[in-house]
């Protein structure tokens, strides 16, 4: 798998639909990561973070789609409010202990990920969502 993943913050989804080509680039407040499903990622998140099942979310369309083809080439996403919020309220030994579940989770589907890096993953998430949502903007990710 040959992912490139980017968390950014943007005021708003016609904002963040602009990434769709080139990615978020300079404008944005933005995270860079690598080789894991982030669509699937995010709804995993906010079932450890926040108690809700991996079918609801999915059923409630997460992660909701503002930009491009989920099939083919670039795609933008929004992480859900809820999701934000939660990594943003949470503490530093609360996200740890989510990326290492995190982890176990993706071994049980043969996914090798780093505990360090998943916990850098989440834990920088986190404080984009921090800072996202001091300044009224919400978390979009872009994937190419």
Same mark, same amino acid.
């Not at 108690?51 to 997460?62: H, K, N």
């Given at each position: ?10 005021? !708003? !989804?016609?904002?963040?639909? %602009? ?15 690598? $080789?894991?499903?982030? +669509? ?6 906010? &079932?450890? %973070?926040?108690? *809700?099942?991996?079918?609801? %979310? /999915? ?6 789609? /503002?930009?491009?083809? !989920? $099939?083919?080439? &670039?795609?933008?996403?929004?992480? *859900?409010?809820? =999701?934000?919020?939660? =990594? ?6 609360? =996200?740890? $202990? ?9 071994? +049980? !589907? ?14 920088? %998430? ?19």
């Amino acid at each position: 798998m040959s992912i490139i993943v980017r968390f950014f913050a943007a005021p !708003d !989804d016609t904002s963040a639909s %602009l990434a769709l080509q080139t990615g978020p680039g300079r404008a944005f407040e933005s995270l860079s990561f690598g $080789n894991f499903d982030p +669509e699937e990622a995010v709804v995993e998140w906010e &079932c450890l %973070l926040t108690g *809700s099942s991996f079918e609801e %979310l /999915v059923e409630a369309g997460e992660p909701r789609v /503002v930009a491009g083809q !989920d $099939n083919d080439g &670039c795609v933008v996403f929004a992480i *859900s409010p809820r =999701l934000s919020t939660a =990594l943003a309220d949470a503490t530093h030994s609360r =996200l740890s $202990n989510i990326a290492a579940s995190w982890t176990q989770l993706r071994a +049980e !589907d043969g996914e090798v990920i780093d505990t360090e890096i998943a916990d850098a993953i989440v834990g920088d %998430l986190a404080a984009l969502a921090s800072s996202a949502r001091r300044q009224g903007q919400s978390v979009y990710c872009w994937i190419a």
